[in-house]
């Protein structure tokens, strides 16, 4: 069966401007986590939902970021006023319920000029 | 607070030699452990995992890691290592019932012909 998906595979943006990162979690997955993982590093944790709520929001770096869920599947990341430390890649996950095994799609890598 | 230690950023092995990799970790509640594999280009794996019971997990690709409480370790070990193994490492932990990861830094795992 199809697996997380995450569009689009690479988003090349300039300082300032707005993105929108998408994630198509695995149908009928409940949970659904985004991260970050910045060049060297493990990825880090920026929010998780349960459904259609923010269950867990303490990852996000700063008010410039906020993810929603409005249908309890297809969530986004939405970025304001992108900084060049906002370059990573940003995965995302998801699993059958809250606690269950995860699984990550392929990332969006956000390259911030 | 939970976090992740990798020791070594960087381990080079031969190909049929034995591959460790350690992973030292803190928790002020019993852990949920897991080991991922991140291949070039590709999305992270679940490689294995520990929630409770028996201490030593078996995983894909001959894996296996061992929960040692007294030492705050999760280290993974195969006994032969193979080219196919070069990968990225990461060793993971969560509380048992959020599912949100705290990743460590990664282990680059080479493997010598």
């Known amino acids: 069966g199809a697996g997380v998906s995450q569009t689009p595979s690479n988003k090349v943006t300039e300082k300032g401007k707005y993105v929108e990162l998408r994630c198509d979690p695995i149908s009928g997955h409940t949970a659904l986590y985004w991260y970050r993982q910045s060049l060297g590093q493990g990825p880090e944790f920026l929010i998780y939902?349960?459904?259609?709520?923010?269950?867990?929001d303490s990852g996000l770096p700063n008010d410039r970021f906020f993810a929603v869920r409005p249908e309890g599947s297809v969530s986004t990341l939405k970025i304001q006023r992108t900084e060049r430390g906002d370059s990573a890649v940003y995965l995302c996950?998801?699993?059958?319920?809250?606690?269950?095994?995860?699984?990550f799609g392929p990332g969006t890598r956000l390259t911030v000029t | 607070a939970q976090s992740v230690t990798q020791l070594g950023s960087h381990v080079s092995v031969s190909e049929g030699a034995l591959v460790l990799l350690r992973c030292n970790y803190s928790s002020s509640v019993p852990p949920y452990l897991f080991w991922y594999v991140q291949y070039p280009n590709q999305g992270l794996q679940l490689l294995l995992k520990y929630t409770t019971g028996a201490t030593l997990v078996k995983g894909i690709n001959g894996f296996e890691a061992e929960f040692k409480k007294s030492e705050t370790s999760f280290h993974l070990t195969k006994p032969s290592a193979h080219m196919s193994d070069a990968a990225e490492y990461f060793c993971?932990?969560?509380?048992?019932?959020?599912?949100?990861?705290?990743f460590g830094q990664g282990t680059t795992l080479q493997v010598k012909p």
């Open positions: 996950a998801s699993s059958l319920m809250e606690g269950g095994e995860q699984y």
């Open positions: 993971a932990v969560s509380k048992s019932n959020t599912g949100k990861l705290i």
């Open positions: 939902f349960q459904g259609t709520g923010a269950a867990d």
